[in-house]
């Protein structure tokens, strides 16, 4: 703390209004954080870590990138080719690679994946569609090194741990060191008014740790480009321009939370561990703990086990049906002991006449039946995923994750929007072609046949499938619920550290 | 005057409001995740059964030429590890199985793919609550050990007895690290009890082992970050500088360092992808069965005359001896280049693989969690080396089953020289799916997790001798006025 008897004195600035306070506070306080040694420590590490950061992220961007050009190249080759001519519609095992594959939507991860990794590496990287249901690819995330274990490194998490850290060590003994030194009273014994000496810190303390924050994000894109990234769209700048107003929010959270636990204290070692402890908890244990509490109160099965689940009904309702199909084939025809192309040709109206209600029989029971898992299956997961979010909503450092999460389109808002679109494409193609089938599978006896029922269409008369919106617009109406929750922790802590100084006894 | 130093550590921290926060911390966090895994464990070995059960109906209604042919593809499941709540390791991110056809082998989901998604954010296991929260906290009650007294005046006080500094040091670090290591005993003997009663197997053979192992192994590491704490106790004048100081080190040793030395790895050793590699073998594969079928092609059109139809018993008769013969010399001779090729391109891509972990894997040794993250998923067997043994196994069943089935099965594709491509496929003695070996993985032993980590045992003892010793000069040459 500095010299008070060089200063102006501050008599003469009561007069002058409460702003006039605010700025002479702020003023004193920003040039002492300035000038300090963890000021100054913890800007060269973040600093020094940034590129670190951007280097693993765009490393491993550019693999996820990689494999998604190579799906693509994969599908545009089987568009071109016989399967994306004549759509089968039909999910046959013996097909050499699933024809259904020409429906396949993937997903291009998302360039700021490179400094908000979130859950983008998280994501399935593809989903396909079949006539019992969607059929999600797996996804980029494996742990392949041992560093990985320990957690991923991006902007985002030297933003929510480091930068938080500084936030913290900024505040803890803002109040509480002065409480220990004794100058508080001296303060107080001017015209100051105590919001007034407050909110000048909290002033202060925001301008201050801008400055870190400022040249993460430059540090962040020019390390970027130096490690040969592409440039951002436009409105990926104005995204990041987001995410980096969202930060601030974050830090100033914190730092009101510094700033009520330091009112409260009176010494600077209790306001420093009971910081420290309150952070851990909240910026590393309370993601963990928020899954691990929503799994316990409302389990879900998996995915793949629900994913068997529909394939089992399904496959046992369509042998079943196969082979109603091959009994009406055998009635029309008086076959018994052989199928053949030519037998359904010359028959082709009467066997289809009989088919055709069996086939719809089938379409409703399937879509029930499968309807039923999927619905007890998406109510089970929505429900987890609720009340994990909510509990990451308790502290700031979860809830600026899921903020620059959804900003940055890699967020759990941006995964349910891809799911809601493979759902909507589904939708869509069940209605003209899952349950209009072109080909059919009759079995008789021993024996099973694929029949074309109608002609087959090309996958240019089918409906193409079309990602979820990612406009800037879009991700902030993503965002808005957790930047509310951001908001009222801050506007709590701010009340709370201003009624905490105000009860504080100065004797 | 040690003991009385040490008690006076102790009384003072057991006293103290953190020791009470930091039991209540580890009691929640500890007790909570080994709880959640234990049910998760349970989860996944009724799944592990079940899809084996599954696998063995699928197999036993399925006709022998499908499962010949592999349209009904042959599974090795991976058995889970009772000890991924202390440990998840590369666990999650394992094929839950493998299929096997003639092709080789396709690995299945990983239990990634089934996770709710938001456990991206940090797996809660013992091993992150001791790396990431226990070593805070230790660090935390560390730093103020000799700044704090300085800074009270009380050192001065101390140093007045007849206590020599080395004893008074000595019994700092003893009973300032007693006091951290208490709550997290209990706690740790609470959670094998607990575990105990949630009917996890406790009583398999080198289960003790193992948790005695898991819970050596976490104590010298937190006893390492306490002696790194001191020392820097011991070099700062105030408990706030030692504190900023403390927490530095602690963002450097945890994130940066084993993440910068992959960064170096890769620029040290740069290795092509994965996704050249497989084209490189794609290519070599088709470049081959293109030679052969073209190959096959000639000399049937040379025997049978041109435009003969394929077929699997062409006419005439008495040359169909010599167009078997042929047949199967070429394919066999296409095989073996084809096996040989894939190996060279394999097992070079491998080894260059290996040396750039090895590289990266033992600078990261520099850092003590690094090295602990190593040793406990190696005893907790989701280590590296349970994740080559798995491939190992994979590798091992895939040739056992070419040997016993898949080489029952020829598969001809033959290119005409005058045009038009024709396949056929035959199998020359059926075999009995049942008597086929089952797929066995087990994990590895204490031995091996023991031998593989001598580094990690190098780095931990390295971190717990030398801040100690180091302390010490420090606090050595403190000048008391």
Known sequence: MEDWSRKESPVSLGKRGISKVIWYIANRELVDQLISTRFLIIVLLVVGLIPLATYVGLEDYKNRLQDYDRLVADKQKLMAGEAGQKVQGEDSPWTPENELAVFRAIRRPDPLSVFVRGLDGAYPEYWDFTPTGIEEGPSALRPKRLSDLLGQLDMEFLIRVVLGLLAILLAFDAVSGEKEMGTLRLVFSQPISRAGFLAGKLVAGAAVLLVPLAAAFLVALLSSKIFGMESLPSDGSLKLLLVFLASSLYLLCIYSLGLLISSLT???????????????????????VATFTAQAICPAPSRHIVENQKKRLGDALKTETEKAMGAAYRDVTGVENRMSYGDFLDNKDAVLRRIDPIISSYVNKRRQLLAE???????????????????????????????????????????????????????????????????????????????????????????????????????IQRALPSVIILMVHIVLLIIGGFIAFARYDVR | MLKAIIRKELLENVLSFRFPLFFL???????????VHQLDFGNRVRDYNEQIRLAGEELAAARPTDIHYGRVPLRGFLPPSPLAGFASGFEASLPKFYEFNAE????????????????????LDFLFIVQMVASLIVL??????????????????????SAPRHTVLLGKYLGGFTAVWLPFLIVFLLGVILLGVLSFPLTQA??????????????LFLLAYFALGLLVSASSARSRTALVAILLVWIVLQMAVPRLSDMIAAIVHPIPTQTVISMQKSVVVKSIENEKARALGRQYEALFGRGTPFNTNPEPESKRAEWDSYR?????????????????????????????????????????SAALTRLLSDICGTGEIDRGRYLDAVKAHQQTLDAALYSHVHRTTVIMPSGGTASGS???????????????????GVGDALAGNWGSFLSLAFWLVAPFAAAYVRFINYDVR
């Open chain 1, 266 to 288: 009176r010494s600077q070692k209790t306001s420093i561990i009971v910081l420290l402890v309150i952070w851990i908890v909240m910026s590393l244990a309370a993601s963990p």
């Open chain 1, 373 to 475: 898992v999927q619905q007890e299956a998406d109510r089970q997961e929505n429900g987890q995923n609720r009340i994990a979010r909510t509990v990451m909503w308790l502290s700031p450092a979860t809830t600026f994750t899921n903020v620059v999460t959804d900003l940055s389109s890699t967020g759990d808002e941006s995964r349910l929007a891809w799911f809601a679109a493979a759902e909507r494409y589904f939708n869509r193609l069940e209605a003209v072609l899952f349950e209009d089938p072109p080909m059919i599978t009759v079995r008789l006896g021993g024996m099973s046949s694929t029949l074309e029922r109608r002609n087959l269409p090309s996958i240019s008369e089918l409906p193409m499938f079309v990602p979820p919106k990612n406009q800037v617009v879009t991700t």
């Open chain 2, 25 to 35: 911390i580890c009691a929640v966090l500890i007790l909570t995740s080994l709880y």
């Open chain 2, 104 to 123: 080789g082998a396709k690995p299945g989901d990983t239990a990634v793919a089934e996770e709710s998604v938001l456990s991206v954010f940090g797996k």
């Open chain 2, 140 to 161: 935390l009650f560390a730093s103020d050990m000799i700044a704090g007294e300085k800074e009270m005046g009380t050192l001065r006080a101390i140093l007045a007895n």
């Open chain 2, 206 to 219: 080198g289960m003790p082992l193992r948790l005695a192992l898991i819970f050596l192994a976490s104590t």
């Open chain 2, 328 to 368: 199967t010399e070429t394919e066999t001779l296409a095989a073996e280049r084809k096996a040989a090729q894939l190996r060279e391109i394999e097992s070079g891509y491998q080894r260059e693989k290996a040396r750039q972990r090895a590289i990266a894997a033992n600078l990261s040794l520099i850092s003590p």
């Open chain 2, 426 to 444: 035959s199998i020359d003695t059926m075999v009995d799916p049942k008597t086929l070996p089952a797929f066995a993985f087990r994990r590895s």
